[in-house]
């Protein structure tokens, strides 16, 4: 069974400051991984998703994540937070049979 | 616009009272499915649709109905709502299939859920 592990449901940093958000998975199947964004009182939008035709993925507002199939992990990083970037963040694992299992959540703050 | 829309947005009841949440996708999709968020356990999947008359349990389902009878609809139905069903709800929508399986999902709004 799938399963996504997102280490700290509470991330702050810097503006300016490069950005870490961290995702372990574990698949009995080749995965498919995405990064979910969400704004205060709104559904959640599409930030990246990881389909196996690159392992550097690159996503909107800046963001990319890397897929590292030896350390189950599809990590979120951004060189430099805004200030607009302060949101939450699921990182989710398809298990290609009409299944999408998320992880907790990570909120980032981000501070002037 | 290409949206998914749920009614309503808040909700307040009483324990037992039947309700149903609306959801409604205008892009054709096939899949469609149901998601509670509660803090510190991120969203979990309630049901989900790969097409019309096609339903199947996701992770937890007590306690809650769903149908699929046209494709751009899919309402969440609690027969007699329990205050540990308080929630935040979402439902999406998306162009998954078995054969597109990286699809991704469009989500609605929300609904907030509050169960006394």
């Known amino acids: 069974a799938q399963s996504v592990t997102q280490l700290g449901s509470h991330v702050s940093v810097s503006e300016g400051a490069l950005v870490l958000l961290r995702c372990n998975y574990s698949?009995?199947?080749?995965?498919?991984l995405f990064w979910y964004v969400q704004y205060p009182n709104q559904g959640l939008q599409l930030l990246l998703k990881?389909?196996?035709?690159?392992?550097l993925v690159k996503g909107i507002n800046g963001f990319e994540a890397e897929f590292k199939k030896s350390e189950t992990s599809f990590h979120l990083t951004k060189p430099s937070a805004h200030m607009s970037d302060a949101a939450e963040y699921f990182c989710?694992?398809?298990?290609?049979?009409?299944?999408?299992?998320f992880g907790q959540g990570t909120e980032l703050s981000v501070k002037p | 616009e290409a949206q998914v829309t749920q009614n309503p947005r808040y909700l307040i009841t009483v324990t037992g009272k039947k309700l149903t949440v609306t959801c409604s996708q205008n892009?054709?999709?096939?899949?469609m499915s149901w998601y509670r968020q509660d803090p510190g356990l991120g969203l979990r999947q309630i049901y989900y649709?790969?097409?019309?008359?096609?339903?199947d349990k996701g992770d937890v389902p007590e306690g809650y109905k769903v149908s699929r009878k046209e494709k751009r609809n899919f309402p969440l139905i609690l027969e007699s709502p329990s205050p540990n069903q308080t929630s935040l709800y979402f439902c999406?929508?998306?162009?998954?299939?078995?054969?597109?399986?990286?699809?991704?999902?469009?989500f609605g709004n929300g609904t907030r859920l509050t169960v006394t």
């Open positions: 892009m054709n999709h096939e899949y």
């Open positions: 698949s009995s199947v080749p995965p498919y």
């Open positions: 649709s790969m097409n019309v008359e096609v339903t």
């Open positions: 989710a694992v398809s298990d290609q049979g009409g299944k999408l299992i």
């Open positions: 990881y389909t196996s035709a690159a392992t």
């Open positions: 999406a929508s998306s162009p998954l299939t078995l054969v597109r399986p990286d699809s991704p999902l469009h």
